[in-house]
């Protein structure tokens, strides 16, 4: 066990620094976040190479086993380029800008572990695009069943709350949690096939797990990620759906999978 605790943000993973300056194809520009160990000490000697910190001279640290376990559960690997090409990066942890990383843009993805929110601008502003696990080649594949295609997606972060298997999540017909509610454990292409009587849902209150709620019916237009560790799983009005969210109009709702 080390004599202190690096930070968790602090991970190098690829030659890349999840918090600071990106390491990309060799580049190792340094932000410091804690005191360097020992030369002395071998920190590291049982521990798989993807939990350790590496930094730039050459000392390594480990992470404590909870940090290990959360690093397990989310992986994602972004690239500069369509069909996986040109300057790339992993990530096990939330980035607020890509820019920051040395990226001008991302046009493809794969996401190896763990469902992932993208957004359209830095500081996980904008639009929404749910990532799953799967390959994205082009930006169509994230926002390809959205009425509002955008090639920009420059933040992204896990969602640590999704579980396909245990997912409640209740709506109602006004602001507030007040008026007709109804409870949902399933995914629904149609909320007004299945007896929703409005295009518009005001409130909703995610009772466990994390859903992705679509502006129109067939999971399409306006992606709103809704999470039970988030505003404590309360949406009381559409402005906390996503910081693009225009309107209350929900059509459709599912699952995240995990």
């Known amino acids: 066990m080390l004599p202190f605790q690096w930070p968790a943000q602090l991970l190098s993973v690829q030659g890349c620094w999840a918090n600071g300056v990106a390491q990309v194809q060799g580049a190792w520009p340094y ?13 590291t000697a049982s521990v798989p190479p993807q939990y350790r910190l590496v930094t730039p ?12 376990e959360q690093m397990g559960q989310f992986k994602i690997t972004v690239w500069e380029e369509e069909n996986f090409q040109g300057k790339r990066c992993e990530f096990m942890l939330e980035c607020q800008n890509i ?3 040395g990226f001008n843009k991302i046009r493809s993805i794969k996401v190896e572990n763990g469902p992932w929110v993208g957004y359209e601008y830095p500081e996980f502003q904008g639009q929404q695009f ?7 080649p082009r930006y169509e594949a994230w926002s390809g069943n959205s009425s509002y295609r955008t090639e920009h997606m420059l933040s992204f972060r896990p969602i640590k709350c999704a579980n396909h298997s245990d997912s409640k999540v209740t709506m109602y017909e006004c602001e507030d949690f007040q008026g007709r509610k ?16 409005s295009k518009e849902v005001p409130s909703i209150k995610v009772n466990s797990g994390a859903w992705v709620a679509y502006q129109f019916p067939g999971y399409r237009g306006y992606q709103y990620i809704l999470e039970r560790d988030r505003h404590q799983g309360e949406y009381r009005n559409y ?3 996503s910081t693009q969210a225009h309107t209350n109009q929900v059509q459709s709702i599912r699952r995240i999978q995990h």
């Open 239 to 241: 402005n906390e759906y």
């Open 99 to 101: 820019m920051e990383r």
């Open 130 to 136: 749910i990532l799953e696990k799967g390959d994205y």
């Open 31 to 43: 932000k410091s976040m804690g005191r360097l160990l020992s030369p002395d000490i071998d920190y």
């Open 182 to 197: 109804f409870e949902m454990c399933d995914d629904y292409p149609s909320l007004q096939a299945m007896g929703w009587c």
């Open 57 to 68: 001279k050459g000392e390594t640290a480990t992470m404590n086993t909870q940090q290990m």
